[in-house]
């Protein structure tokens, strides 16, 4: 069966940067893209951007893609979304999700992400 | 940038119909997907391409989209039903995913 699985926790200072992972398996990895999605705490799904699995081509949010990187370990068939220079609102869930068709048809457990200082 | 607009909330009383709107414009051109969050959990997808539903899902949990609107409808609704729901669209010429506000459904 499809599973994404993503790393845990991270609480983290104002302007440092944070690696989460994302794992996934039961199907063949470069087929899809992963989408990154994060919610914050009491907010709803904002959409931060994709990667393709296949050719590594990425597509940001415009309000994020300065600090933003989106990477892939086609060995390991996990994906990685780095974000730099924290702030107090970064504080969320983050979320990878298998992308085909234009459709998340699986997501992720989800990573907490807390910027405190 | 293309919007999705939900209504903060419905209400539905259990055994009736839940009806909860997505509009944009003219998205009807679109293909429309609804996620189901319950509360500290992820989303999953029950509806894509306006109305087919995964496997797994319920037959109660149906789609449509139509001019401006898109509707999500859950019938005959029970108290496990009781979560936010999201649409989304993807936005073919700038190539990412757009989400609505989403809705919370309450079982009355």
């Known amino acids: 069966q499809v599973q994404l699985v993503q790393s845990g926790a991270e609480v983290k200072q104002p302007g440092a940067s944070v690696k989460v992972s994302c794992k996934a398996s039961g199907y063949t990895f470069a087929t899809y893209g992963i989408s990154w999605v994060r919610q914050a705490p009491g907010q709803g799904l904002e959409w931060m951007g994709w990667?393709?699995?296949?050719?590594?081509?990425?597509n940001y949010a415009q309000k994020m893609q300065d600090r933003v990187d989106f990477s892939i370990d086609a060995d390991t068939s996990t994906a990685f979304m780095e974000l730099r220079r924290l702030k107090s609102d970064d504080t969320a869930v983050y979320y990878c999700?298998?992308?085909?068709?234009?459709?998340?048809?699986?997501w992720g457990q989800g990573t907490r992400v807390t910027v405190s200082p | 940038s293309y919007v999705l607009t939900q209504p903060p909330s419905v209400s539905v009383a259990p055994g009736q119909t839940a009806r909860i709107p997505c509009g944009g414009v003219?998205?009807?051109?679109?293909?429309v997907h609804w996620y189901q969050q319950k509360p500290g959990q992820a989303p999953i997808l029950v509806v894509y391409?306006?109305?087919d539903r995964p496997s797994g899902i319920p037959e109660r949990f149906s789609g449509s989209n139509s001019g401006n609107t898109a509707t999500l409808t859950i019938s005959r609704v029970e108290a496990g039903d009781e979560a936010d729901y999201y649409c989304q669209v993807w936005d073919s010429r700038g190539d990412y995913a757009v989400f609505g506000g989403g809705t919370q459904l309450t079982v009355l």
């Open positions: 003219n998205i009807e051109m679109k293909s």
């Open positions: 391409d306006d109305s």
């Open positions: 990667i393709s699995a296949y050719t590594g081509k990425t």
């Open positions: 999700a298998r992308v085909g068709e234009l459709r998340l048809s699986y």
